[in-house]
Nanobody, 115 residues
């Protein structure tokens, strides 16, 4: 079994920064991709950023230039550095790990950006 645990959420003022972390542990033999999703109240879950095994990254347009996804391969950890945060970034952020082509989800971490 694989466990996915996020950390780093919190309350921040608009224009501030936060760094989220996500670690996959357990029977992790091959990580194909790690992704960050978010879900705001009353909205569908959306893909925010992803990094695949080759190191290629992609972002939803609304966060390009503000968020950066990176990884620590040795420790099966992915980070989401969020800068210039806006109130509309407020959401529960979920980490998704694709391990041996199976999807595993974390429990989510709340990010709240005050205006």
């Amino acid at each position: 079994q694989v466990q996915v645990v996020e950390s780093g959420g919190g309350l921040v003022q608009a224009g501030g920064s936060l760094r989220l972390s996500c670690t996959a542990s357990g029977r992790v033999f091959s990580i194909n991709a790690m992704r960050w999703y978010r879900q705001a109240p009353g909205k569908q879950r959306e893909l925010v950023a992803a990094i695949i095994s080759g190191g290629i990254t992609n972002y939803v347009d609304s966060v390009k230039g503000r968020f950066t996804i990176s990884r620590d391969i040795v420790n099966n950890t992915v980070f989401l550095q969020m800068t210039s945060l806006k109130p509309e970034d407020t959401a529960v952020y979920y980490c998704n790990a694709v391990v041996s082509w199976n999807n595993y989800w974390g429990q989510g971490t709340q990010v709240t950006v005050s205006s």
